[in-house]
């Protein structure tokens, strides 16, 4: 039953951060869209995508110490594949 259950938490972690690379890819199609935009928008984009990143991953962990953890990762490894993917296309 106690593995059942670890299972079942991994998949929500799983699933949040799955999630949250859809958003975060969102987030850069339109920074993408606006890339004329003064800087104080796209900080005011940054924190609503990541606002919402961490409302869709609260809905699903229960847990708001564990959600922005995992917020902040997956925004950490995004931007890292982001950034190493720009580096090797140019």
Not at 1 to 12: G, T
Not at 14 to 23: A, G, K, N, R, T
Not at 41 to 63: D, E, P, W
Request: aromatic share 18%; hydrophobic share 55%; glycine share 2%.
């Amino acid at each position: 039953m106690l593995n059942v259950l670890r299972v079942v938490i991994n998949m929500r972690v799983y699933v949040v951060v799955i999630l949250q690379f859809i958003i975060w890819s969102g987030y850069t199609f339109i920074e993408w869209l606006s890339k004329h935009d003064q800087l104080i928008y796209k900080v005011i984009m940054f924190f609503v995508f990541f606002y919402l990143a961490f409302l869709i991953g609260n809905q699903v962990t229960k847990s708001a110490r564990k959600t922005l953890f995992i917020t902040t990762l997956s925004l950490v490894i995004y931007t890292s594949i982001h950034y190493t993917m720009e580096l090797i296309i140019q």
